[in-house]
């Protein structure tokens, strides 16, 4: 059974971090890239960042990069978003999601519909 589990969210105020990890079980997870994906209240889901199967090539959505990092721990299967000066327009459910396209990809992307496994979310809030 493959399972993407999301935790590290929480309730946090305007320039705050928080980091958020996702623990991946039941599948290759050193042979994907990885990515976030964020959802707000009314809002379609939005992609956030991307990590290879490698760990050396990233890209983030322009909204987060500078603020946010990802990367990956193969040896514990947990893909990670780290997430500083945080903002209330960041607030939104987080998920992070395998792109199920190929193996040791380097080439990544933002569109959904290339993630195949997704967790089930976790809340980040950020107070004004």
């Known amino acids: 059974q493959v399972t993407l589990v999301e935790s590290g969210g929480g309730l946090v105020q305007t320039g705050d971090s928080l980091r958020l990890s996702c623990a991946a079980s039941?599948?290759?997870?050193?042979?994907?890239?990885m990515g976030w994906f964020r959802q707000a209240p009314g809002k379609e889901r939005e992609f956030v960042a991307a990590?290879?199967?490698?760990?050396?090539?990233?890209t983030y959505a322009d909204s987060v990069r500078g603020r946010f990092t990802i990367s990956r721990d193969k040896a514990n299967n947990t893909v990670y978003l780290q997430m500083n000066r945080l903002k209330p327009e960041d607030t939104a459910i987080y998920y992070c999601?395998?792109?199920?396209?190929?193996?040791?990809?380097?080439?990544?992307?933002?569109?959904?519909?290339?993630?195949?496994?997704w967790g089930q979310g976790t809340q980040v809030t950020v107070s004004s």
């Open positions: 999601a395998r792109d199920g396209r190929n193996e040791f990809t380097t080439l990544l992307t933002p569109a959904s519909g290339a993630y195949d496994y």
């Open positions: 039941g599948l290759t997870f050193a042979h994907y890239a």
């Open positions: 990590i290879d199967w490698s760990g050396d090539t990233t």
